[in-house]
């Protein structure tokens, strides 16, 4: 069974500093995908990592992907408040035979000015 | 329209009734998911259609009963939930299965 763990579950920073959140899963996979939601809101689309060493970057956002590492993480350089908002990980089973994307608990981050 | 669309966004209904959720997708995917988001718990998995065909049921109790009657709609059945099935029913769809989601506003569901 495919796990994914995100760390940390909950940040708390200020306006200006940069941070890391880590997205580790347990099982191959080469597509890893990045989610926003707001509160009250649905869940908005940020990165797709296709393969090993993939990097995509959006403002103050950048995802990487390491597929030998099972590893992905979405750093945040010079934090606004405009990013608080949960971020989740999700990870395509890829040789399960599920067919949904498997998510992380989801990282709650507030930004503080 | 465009993008995946929700309906209703609320919905409260006691333990014996019968309602549905709605979800339509204007993006031209052939993949249709159910997520169910509760308080402090990841995204559950419940249902997955490809091609009108149902390929995923993550062990849901049988009070969930899935539709799909085209690619770009689906429902979720509602009947004599349980409180604890109160939580943020979201649907999503993708090009094909394993891909990229989009996802509706969700349907906030309160059983009473």
């Known amino acids: 069974e495919l796990k994914v763990e995100q760390n940390p579950l909950f940040l708390s920073m200020q306006e200006g500093k940069n941070y890391t959140i880590y997205c580790n899963y347990s099982t191959t996979s080469d597509r890893l995908y990045w989610y926003r939601q707001d509160p009250g809101k649905s869940l908005e689309s940020l990165f797709v990592?296709?393969?090993?060493?993939a990097v995509k970057q959006e403002g103050r956002l950048m995802a990487s992907l390491d597929t030998k590492a099972r590893l992905s993480t979405l750093h945040i350089t010079a934090a606004v408040h405009d990013l608080s908002a949960t971020y989740f990980c999700?990870?395509?089973?890829?040789?399960?035979?599920?067919?949904?994307?498997?998510f992380g608990k989801g990282t709650h981050l507030i930004i503080q000015p | 329209e465009t993008g995946v669309t929700q309906t209703p966004r609320h919905l409260v209904m006691g333990m014996t009734n019968k309602k549905s959720l709605k979800c339509e997708q204007h993006l031209g995917h052939n993949a249709m998911y159910w997520y169910k988001q509760s308080a402090k718990k990841p995204l559950e998995l419940m249902f997955v259609y490809s091609l009108e065909e149902r390929v995923e049921n993550n062990s849901v109790p049988s009070r969930f009963s899935p539709e799909c009657p085209n690619s770009s709609h689906l429902f979720l059945h509602l009947h004599t939930l349980q409180p604890e099935d109160s939580a943020l029913y979201l649907c999503?769809?993708?090009?094909?299965?394993?891909?990229?989601?989009?996802f509706g506003e969700g349907s906030r569901l309160t059983v009473l």
């Open positions: 999700a990870v395509d089973d890829s040789g399960g035979g599920a067919d949904g994307l498997t």
């Open positions: 999503a769809s993708s090009h094909r299965t394993g891909r990229n989601l989009f």
């Open positions: 990592l296709l393969s090993n060493g």
